[in-house]
């Protein structure tokens, strides 16, 4: 292995962290690197060809107040396969907050579980308002530029997908709405180069939806008006649509009123989904009831004749009970096990006809952060590549294909004391059907202290991987990923 350090970054967190998101596997990184002939264990296939991106929250500072895991700054992962080679690279997401951080060398903003009034500066980002902008939650390639995003909305910050050098904020010519921001889970469609986008505030109208087109210009923006604020995490498009929703846990309105943002489930109140034409206004929106959930992700959703069929993962326990063994900890716990979450597949169809919505489960295995072949997003499909947790933790211990039109799961366990990253599926050249390709991740392995990146072939995932990459350290898990094919690299 050939591997250069670039940079390392100063970090004011102890060296034996006590926190149980800032220790183990979710030791952060300090160390920028770029990695050439990397080992492999195995045979890369010849015919594997684009790059893997994860994005990470990976905390540089002591927090103010209690660290929550998704406070971290962001960091990319990126490794590239070309030629039956790979090649890997690491670096942070350098958002103002970030670089304001840096140069006082501690924290500036409270996180997710502190008060606003907390924050050492007034300023901030965020739906909620007062936070950093870490631009940790989310990365998609778009017009070849990779762009990373933050949960509670901020800017977009742009990166090179191969270099992951910074090419700065995304402005959109100057139509980016900066005072809102934009969300993390902008869904880029394959097949029309468009990427919709969305963000929500604690103002009227609460939340708003757009489309960027292939050009790079938000050829689109719209209210999407909801009775109060809400926290939407993720959306959904189908080739004529998009799915927006306003979902029973939000901020509790009282204690809101009083400036704490506490999230709490409302079991009375149904799931709305707003169904838009993807150019629409104001007065195409069909609103449709459901059983009240949350949703953190959804899979995909397609036009079949009258109907909007909608896949995500249902909760069935959205607001789990704190751990009476998590002491301090707990506020972090309880919404970080899918197991108590009890999230799995499920389908949502909404007749643009009659206006009645119909559900069902898709699966009762406990299972979140679902994947696609991307060329399907939008259009009907057959399988999704999701993750299992952990019990008790937020971490990811295995992969099911899971097939929709028969039901079928397929497995592949990472073994005990190692942990994955969400899987996306990686086409082959030429490829011949859905599933014809490779599912690519990278996993964390705290038994022998060392990460590599996992190639498996996605027709037989329970066969275990066709090639182990070592990677040059032992990286943070992490959760949300993107493959970009060698046609999305280019503008």
Wanted: hydrophobic share 35%.
């Amino acid at each position: 292995m050939n591997v250069q350090v670039v940079n390392r970054v100063e970090s004011t967190l102890p060296d034996d962290d006590p926190h149980p998101y800032r220790s183990g596997a979710w030791r952060p990184n300090v160390v920028e690197y770029d990695a050439t002939e990397l080992e492999v264990i195995g045979e890369i296939p010849s015919d594997l060809e684009g790059v893997y991106l994860r994005n990470t929250e990976n905390p540089v500072h002591e927090a103010i107040g209690l660290y929550h895991p998704f406070d971290g700054d962001g960091m990319l992962h990126m490794i590239r396969f070309a030629g039956g080679e790979a090649t890997y690279r690491n670096r942070f997401v350098r958002t103002d907050g970030f670089n304001a951080e840096a140069a006082a060398a501690e924290s500036l903003w409270a996180g997710l579980l502190a008060a606003p009034t907390d924050s050492r500066r007034a300023d901030g980002w965020g739906a909620r308002g007062r936070m950093k902008d870490a631009s940790s939650t989310d990365v998609v390639v778009h017009r070849g530029r990779a762009i990373t995003s933050f949960y509670q909305c901020g800017d977009l910050y742009a990166h090179d997908p191969v270099t992951l050098a910074a090419l700065g904020k995304e402005t959109w010519n100057g139509k980016f709405p900066s005072d809102l921001g934009i969300s993390a889970h902008a869904k880029v469609d394959e097949n029309t180069g468009e990427m919709l986008v969305f963000n929500y505030a604690k103002d009227a109208p609460y939340m708003h939806y757009g489309v960027v087109d292939a050009a790079g210009e938000l050829a689109h923006y719209m209210p999407i008006e909801l009775p109060g604020p809400r926290l939407p995490h993720d959306m959904a498009f189908t080739e004529n649509y998009a799915i927006l929703n306003d979902l029973p846990l939000f901020w509790d309105p009282s204690l809101l009123a009083q400036g704490a943002h506490v999230p709490r489930f409302f079991p009375d109140t149904p799931s709305r989904f707003a169904v838009v034409p993807r150019r629409g206004d104001v007065s195409d929106i069909r609103w449709f009831e459901a059983d009240p959930t949350y949703v953190l992700h959804w899979i995909n959703a397609y036009e079949d004749g009258d109907e909007i069929v909608l896949d995500g993962f249902f909760q069935e326990n959205p607001e789990p009970a704190k751990r009476p063994d998590a002491g301090k900890f707990a506020s972090i716990y309880r919404y970080l096990d899918l197991h108590q979450l009890k999230s799995h597949p499920h389908r949502w169809r909404f007749n643009l006809v009659t206006g009645a919505t119909k559900e069902e489960d898709l699966s009762d295995t406990v299972m979140e952060f679902g994947m696609i072949n991307g060329a399907y997003g939008g259009r009907s499909y057959r399988y999704s590549y999701d993750m299992t947790g952990t019990p008790g933790w937020f971490l990811f211990d295995g992969i099911v294909k899971h097939d929709l039109r028969n039901g079928a799961e397929q497995r592949y366990e990472f073994g005990d004391g190692v942990f994955g990253s969400e899987t996306p599926f990686a086409p082959r050249a030429n490829a011949q059907a859905e599933d014809d390709g490779y599912l690519v991740t990278f996993t964390t392995d705290m038994n022998n202290d060392r990460s590599e990146c996992l190639v498996l072939d996605a027709h037989d995932i329970a066969a275990g991987p066709l090639a182990r990459v070592r990677l040059p350290e032992r990286i943070s898990s992490g959760t949300h990923t993107y493959w970009a094919t060698p046609a999305a690299l280019s503008v």
